[in-house]
Structures are given as C-alpha cells and as structure tokens.
C-alpha cells in the first residue's frame, strides 16, 4: 500500500510539473554499463543475463537528471522481469546515436503485448491483462511515470511488442551540442 501511495504522489507530482529536474551531462553508455553491471549480477541467480549493444566509437552524451533516469530505467526492467515466463531472462539494452539525439531501447524476451494493447500502456493505471492483476502486482503507473519522466527531459517514449517474442520500450533523448 506504501508504494502505491509512493507512486501516486510521484506520478501527481509529475503531471502538476511540480517534480524539480536537476539536469547534468550524463554520459549514456558509461550510464548503462554500470545498470547492466548491477542487473547482470541480479540476473545471474536467475539463469539471466542483461547485455549493453552500442557502438563504442560513438557519443552518447545527453542532458539528464540522473535520478530520474534511473528511476525510468528501473520501472522498465521491472516491468519487464514481471512479464518473462521463459527459464531464461533477457533484457537488452541498445544505444544508438544520430546528430542531435541517443535512442535507448530496453528490450525483453517475455510475453509480449499484444497490439491492441501497445498504444495505451503509458496510460495511467492501465493494465493489459486484467486476469495476470494478482499474480504480477504493481499499480499500473510504472510506465506513465515512465512516459512524464521522459517528457520532463524533452523526450519521446514509444513501445513495440509482438505476443510470445517480448517487448522492447524505447525513448529518445537530445544530445549535449
């Protein structure tokens, strides 16, 4: 109860664009080594592994609350932990840099969304499969949280999923000129 109470002050917070971002130069891949570094660890218990795919030779360097950031990337993978059912997990993250922006996509190999659902998952309190509600918990606000955060740093967010493949969230930040 704690945390949805936690989630709902948050996620109130943030539509009222009453949450105070605190932007520093953020290094996306150093960024990401380091998530993966720890969820690999995490994972590994589990049969699971995490992998970071970018191009080394490339920059990555965005304008980001760090927090915030790691708040987004967290709400992702858990979401996305909760819906594997395979023995295996995987969760890949992909960086890739244009001119002006870094597209993150955090992908996962579970079960998947199906497409009538994709286009409302960043809905608030909206859930995909209201039979899977007591067993996967959670309040339904990860990924609006997810979405208000990202549009605090001037960034889009989107998803792709096909059933029985997985799922792969994406957002895409300015870079650092």
Known sequence: MN?????????????????????????????????????????????????LLANKEKTYLVEADREKLKR????????????????????????????THVTVEIRDNGIG????????????????DTSRNSSTGGSGLGLSIVKKMIEGHDGIVWATSEVGKGTSISFKLKKVR
């Open 72 to 99: 987004v990337v967290t709400n992702i993978v858990q979401n996305s932990l909760k819906y594997i059912d395979h023995n295996e997990t995987e969760i890949k993250v992909f960086l890739t840099s244009d001119p």
């Open 3 to 51: 945390e949805l109470i936690d989630e709902l002050f948050l996620y109130s917070k943030l539509d009222l664009q009453s949450v105070p971002f605190h932007f520093e130069k953020v290094d996306l891949y150093s960024f990401f080594a380091d998530f993966i570094d720890e969820l690999s660890f995490h994972l590994e218990k589990e049969d699971g592994i995490a992998t």
């Open 113 to 128: 969304i199906s497409k009538e659902d994709v286009p409302y998952i960043f809905e608030s309190f909206y859930r995909t």
